[in-house]
């Protein structure tokens, strides 16, 4: 159990456009969603909380209006990443826990974002 | 100063060796978690634990919540093994826990 899915699970996209990266938890309700990114030998790196039907809590230095999150339900979170550059080149991860701050966080398997 | 730091960076091991990762912390902490990042990027979370220890399988976790500390042992060591192996620590700040994570330890072990 606890499942977590992300789609796509590369993409490659030109400078400029926007691309949207999907979380789902496939067997539980999350809560709470993470959002990570991690670039080449660097460790994860988080970029925003999102709890369902709320507004997504961002990280210092992460720009909300560049990477809009969504999590309109308990099972699915969205990350767009928009007007992409390739300094946003790098591994996007989430995570979802199913219950209070205090539960085990389920990865998913990540999205390689290159942008020409 | 990384809040979590971890050694060896790299390790290399032959198949049957006794393997001992170690990660150290600098803050007040509500759980530790290890990680095992596979070469495709994929996470799973091996254990989380917030006092002593944990085995499952011939994995083992500890954690000395006093000395800020805690090792993952691996016994028996496999070639499957090799990944990389991530200590990241659960902080609660403003109501909402936050992860943050040490840079890895990539291990390899060899047949």
């Known amino acids: 159990g606890a499942v977590v899915s992300q789609h796509p699970s590369w993409v490659i996209c030109k400078s400029g456009t926007s691309v949207k990266i999907e979380c789902r938890s496939l067997d539980f309700q999350a809560t709470t969603m993470f959002w990570y990114r991690q670039f080449p030998k660097q460790s994860l790196m988080l970029m925003a909380t999102s709890n369902e039907g709320s507004k997504a809590t961002y990280e210092q230095g992460v720009e909300k209006d560049k990477f809009l999150i969504n999590h309109a339900s308990l099972t699915l979170s969205t990350l767009t990443v928009t007007s992409a550059h390739p300094e946003d080149s790098s591994f996007y991860i989430c995570s979802a826990t199913p219950g209070t701050a205090y539960n085990e966080q389920f990865f998913g398997p990540g999205t390689r974002l290159t942008v020409l | 100063k990384n809040e979590v730091e971890q050694s060896p960076q790299n390790l290399t091991a032959q198949e049957g060796e006794f393997i001992t990762i170690n990660c150290s912390y600098s803050?007040?902490?509500?759980?530790l978690h290890w990680l095992q990042q596979h070469p495709g990027g994929g996470i799973v979370s091996l254990f989380m634990?917030?006092?002593g220890k944990k085995k499952h399988g011939r994995l083992i976790a500890t954690i000395n919540i006093q000395e800020k500390h805690s090792s993952l042992h691996i016994t028996a060591s496999h070639p499957r093994d090799s990944a990389v192996y991530i200590c990241a620590v659960s902080l609660i700040q403003g109501g909402s826990e936050k992860l943050v994570f040490g840079k890895g330890t990539k291990l390899t072990v060899n047949p």
């Open positions: 634990l917030s006092s």
């Open positions: 803050v007040g902490i509500s759980a």
